[in-house]
């Protein structure tokens, strides 16, 4: 897995970040996720709480996307990597807590998130750069 870096961990705290899935027929989707935050250096999760089309298309394929921009800001991230969906379990108890804490309705899932790879949405020429690429082996 590639790690976040501190820096990173902070844009993803600071910004607003939007998920990528893909429907069974190959089409894209994306939407916000006002609770995806850092799990560890090599993982993200996010707290599904309406259970509308990113749930269904991470039901089939587990792979998203994650991208952090901060406004106004010249720095970003995309986030690349495969889901893992909890419904039970420690980290779904974790998750609920944070709803909880936070006042947040309620969730119907945990979805943790790999850090496979890491690529620049910065402003200027490290636009796309490749910042990091270790994918987990299936």
């Known amino acids: 897995?590639?790690?976040?870096?501190?820096?990173?961990?902070?844009?993803?705290?600071?910004?607003?970040?939007f998920i990528a899935t893909v429907d069974e027929?190959?089409?894209p989707q994306i939407g916000p996720k006002g609770?995806?935050?850092v799990l560890?250096?090599?993982?993200l999760i996010y707290n599904e709480e309406t259970g509308r089309q990113a749930w269904h298309n991470l039901q089939a394929n587990h792979k998203v996307a994650v991208a952090v921009h901060p406004y106004p800001g010249m720095k970003g991230i995309r986030v690349?990597?495969?889901a893992t969906i909890y419904t039970e379990g420690q980290v779904f108890d974790d998750a609920h807590q944070f709803a909880v804490d936070k006042k947040l309705p309620d969730l119907i899932g945990a979805?943790?998130?790999?850090v496979d790879r890491i690529v620049s949405l910065d402003a200027g020429p490290d636009a796309g750069k490749e910042l990091a690429n270790e994918p987990v082996k299936d």
């Open 40 to 43: 560890d250096d090599e993982h």
């Open 35 to 37: 609770t995806l935050r």
């Open 80 to 82: 690349e990597g495969k």
């Open 1 to 17: 897995m590639a790690k976040l870096t501190e820096d990173m961990k902070q844009l993803i705290a600071d910004g607003f970040p």
């Open 25 to 27: 027929a190959g089409n």
């Open 111 to 114: 979805v943790v998130i790999t």
